[in-house]
């Protein structure tokens, strides 16, 4: 029996704050210097170098912010926290996601699931990423199954190579609930 299936009719609606699902990326760099703590993901990671910035600089934090704002057009990590505002001065960037998400959540949004990569020569960060899926986790109101975290070197190509900085990149989908 040949049964014919109705057409599907999709209704675009060009207004985010109705749309079901949104995508946003991130990206961010630190240079790394002797003298500094590294924080990633939340976690401090013991290295002879940290990441330099106005912040704890923690670089997949902050690339997983402005994913988040990036979803939804709230601009930049630069504009909500200005590294020449002394209140962020040396801040805990789970601070700053913490007050993202809330900034996500205002908007009727909350995070399906965030797909992360960092990129470093130094140090292998492979036994800090459980505990970094929790921290991220914890402050999203995510499980750690739905965040993922990603690590690659540039094969001693380039600043990375020389162990000069580092870099992340976030992907993040988000949900409308309210
Ligand atoms: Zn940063």
């Known amino acids: 029996m040949h049964i014919k299936q109705a057409p599907t009719v999709y209704i675009c609606i060009l207004n985010y704050k109705s749309m ?32 330099v910035g106005h912040s704890d600089a923690d670089v997949l934090l902050h690339a997983i912010c402005d994913a988040l704002l990036g979803a939804l057009c709230l601009g930049d990590i630069g504009v909500h926290f200005p590294d020449t505002d002394a209140a962020y001065k040396n801040i805990d960037s789970k601070i700053l996601l913490a007050q993202t998400i809330a900034l996500i959540k205002k908007e009727g949004y909350s995070v399906v699931n965030m797909d992360t990569s960092l990129c470093l020569e130094e140090p292998k960060i492979k036994p800090y990423t459980a505990q970094m899926r929790k921290t991220i986790a914890g402050i999203a109101g995510i499980t750690e199954k739905d965040i993922s975290i990603k690590a690659t070197t540039t094969e001693k190509m380039g600043f990375v190579g020389r162990e000069e900085g580092l870099m992340a990149y976030a992907s993040v989908l988000l949900e409308k609930v309210v």
């Not at 990326?25 to 013991?46: A, C, N, S, Y």
């Open 20 to 51: 079901a699902y949104r995508i946003g990326t991130g990206i961010d760099f630190h240079q790394l210097k002797e003298g500094r703590d590294l924080w990633i993901g939340g976690v401090k990671i013991p290295h002879s170098k940290g990441a």
